[in-house]
Nanobody, 124 residues
Framework: QVQLVESGGGLVQPGGSLRLSCAASGFTLDDYTIGWFRQAPGKEREGVSCISSSDGRTYYADSVKGRFTISRDNAKNTVLLQMNSLKPEDTAVYYC?????????????????WGQGTQVTVSS
């Protein structure tokens, strides 16, 4: 059974850091291009970051560039999203998915599997 599980969310003050994990079961994450997406209340889903399966290239939304870093931990079959210098506007539910593509923005192109999401709240 293919399953993705996100973890690592929580409440953090502005300027703080969090590291999100996307763990897979039933398949090998390294075989897939993996994307992180987020959705804030009342807003559309936004692509945050994407890491390619073919060459390891990484892509970021302009809103998080320089603050977020996506990486793989193949030993643990996970994809990580290190989030630094967090801002209140980063508050959202964050999801990982088994597909993404970068066309100026990060989107899902193909049928994909998604996790249940992890809440990130940035507030003082």
């Amino acid at each position: 059974q293919v399953q993705l599980v996100e973890s690592g969310g929580g409440l953090v003050q502005p300027g703080g850091s969090l590291r999100l994990s996307c763990a897979a079961s039933g398949f090998t994450l390294d075989d897939y291009t993996i994307g992180w997406f987020r959705q804030a209340p009342g807003k559309e889903r936004e692509g945050v970051s994407c890491i390619s399966s073919s060459d390891g290239r990484t892509y970021y939304a302009d809103s998080v560039k320089g603050r977020f870093t996506i990486s793989r931990d193949n030993a643990k079959n996970t994809v990580l999203l290190q989030m630094n210098s967090l801002k209140p506007e980063d508050t959202a539910v964050y999801y990982c998915a088994t597909d993404c593509a970068y066309f100026g923005t990060i989107i899902v192109v193909n049928r994909s599997s998604w996790g249940q999401g992890t809440q990130v709240t940035v507030s003082s």
